[in-house]
């Protein structure tokens, strides 16, 4: 369509006919010779496309995530380090604008799913009973100057590994101190390189004496 009449910078948009000026409005990725669509409709575009394709990009989604997970991590972190107090504030206001209808909505929710928050809450334990494992035993090593660096992905790992195990056996395991943290002639650390998972049986026969006797089912890598 040529335009005529309009100075360089006003332009009409092929969908809604709209004429604007040639700045924010417009989305200039979708500007090819004498075409032009604003923002509006590109969004429209946009959200219809999304709505039809949505396993499709579901699935592109995942593989680019697995492709650049350590990317897109280090981005979000970035991102989240440098909006931290942004964000905070603007919840901080958000919650006061709104906080009435928020308590009340989430009063409303909660009376009408009783019973699928505890069923929630039950599921959320026992998935996470490796973490809160990991973070108990963190605490005693803390407690009782175990710890050393920082090696915490790394111990929830095995504590999901041992907890995994016991999924798959439906035997019980423990996450076991090869050298105890609390031993009688020498101390052990809670690190990674300290950590095996063994029976809970050979772990209780175990106690605090350092052997390496039982059966060691996984150590750490
Ligand atoms: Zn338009």
Redesign the pocket.
Same mark, same amino acid.
């Given at each position: 369509m040529v335009q005529i009449g309009l100075s360089s910078d006003m332009k009409t $948009?092929? &969908? $809604? #006919?709209?004429t604007l000026v040639v700045n924010e409005n417009w989305n200039l990725s979708f500007q090819r010779k004498n075409y032009y &669509? $604003? #923002?509006? $409709?590109?969004k429209k575009y946009s959200k219809n496309y999304r709505d039809n394709n949505k396993n499709k990009l579901k699935e592109k989604y995942t593989i680019y995530y697995k492709e650049n997970t350590d990317n897109i991590l280090e981005y979000q972190k970035n991102y989240y380090e440098k909006n931290k107090e942004l964000k905070k504030q603007y919840s901080i206001d958000y919650y006061k604008k709104y906080k009435n209808s928020i308590k009340n909505k989430n009063k409303t929710y909660r009376e009408m799913n009783k019973e699928r928050i505890i069923k929630q809450k039950n599921k959320w334990r026992l998935n996470n009973l490796c973490i809160k494992r990991s973070s108990n035993a963190r605490y005693r090593a803390y407690k009782g100057k175990a710890s050393i660096g920082n090696y915490k992905k790394e111990i929830n790992n095995i504590y999901k590994k041992c907890r995994e195990l016991e999924k798959m056996t439906n035997i019980k395991y423990h996450v076991d101190h090869i050298i105890p943290l609390n031993g009688k002639t020498v101390c052990g650390l809670h690190v990674p390189w300290n950590l095996q998972i063994i029976k809970a049986e050979d772990n209780l026969k175990k106690g605090n004496k350092i052997t390496k006797n039982y059966n060691i089912v996984v150590t750490s890598e």
């Open positions: $948009c092929n &969908i $809604c #006919k709209v &669509i $604003c #923002k509006e $409709c590109r």
